[in-house]
T-cell receptor, first 113, second 116 residues
């Protein structure tokens, strides 16, 4: 069964810095991997989805990579802003995409003004 | 497109009562819906997978008689928490996946359940 781990659990950096959030997964037969943002007390905002055949996806200041052989994904945030403060969740889908997602515990990110 | 709604967004109930949460796909037909829950400061955990017209598949440790799931149409799934207790207090989130679309799950905004 897929297991997803995220490190670090928490991160606080000054505004403007580039940063990397890490996600690892155990099942290399992952179908796709998604990164979400969750604000306190709120639902999920989908940021990026990477199919198993892809190596990376980009959206604005965000870039996510996927390395199936090593079981790792990274989320790169460029030029961080205070509005980026949130919990970032990584989730993997197996079973040909028909299974529910397995989530990591998230990285709680604080961007200091 | 691909909007999923949940109702109610927040519910407070007394211990022993039952609570129904609705999950609707507003602009697409969802052959599969998933129910997750999130305890405070924890990540989301899959509870069950619901396919239209068939019985839900529950994850290990989730009581199917306590968490009743009905997916009677291609746009609606309901989760009923029966005889709710304080330990059932959680954030419940649904997601929906379209027919043949084994790529993306679209998430609802979640329902916060507080059992007194």
């Amino acid at each position: 069964k897929q297991e997803v781990t995220q490190i670090p659990a928490a991160l606080s950096v000054p505004e403007g810095e580039n940063l990397v959030l890490n996600c690892s997964f155990t099942d290399s037969a992952i179908y796709n991997l998604q990164w979400f943002r969750q604000d306190p007390g709120k639902g999920l905002t989908s940021l990026l989805l990477i199919q198993s055949s892809q190596r990376e996806q980009t959206s604005g200041r965000l870039n996510a990579s996927l390395d199936k052989s090593s079981g790792r994904s990274t989320l790169y945030i460029a030029a961080s802003q205070p509005g980026d403060s949130a919990t970032y969740l990584c989730a993997g889908s197996s079973g040909g995409g028909a299974d529910g997602l397995t989530f990591g515990k998230g990285t709680h990110l604080i961007i200091q003004p | 497109g691909a909007v999923v709604s949940q109702h109610p967004s927040r519910v407070i109930c007394k211990s022993g009562t039952s609570v129904k949460i609705e999950c609707r796909s507003l602009d697409f037909q969802a052959t599969t819906m998933f129910w997750y829950r999130q305890f405070p400061k924890q990540s989301l955990m899959l509870m069950a997978t619901s396919n239209e017209g068939s019985k839900a598949t529950y994850e290990q440790g989730v009581e199917k008689d306590k968490f009743l799931i009905n997916h009677a149409s291609l746009t609606l799934s309901t989760l009923t928490v029966t005889s709710a207790h304080p330990e059932d207090s959680s954030f419940y989130i649904c997601s929906a996946m379209g027919a043949g679309g084994r790529n993306t799950q679209y998430f609802g905004p979640g329902t916060r359940l507080t059992v007194l």
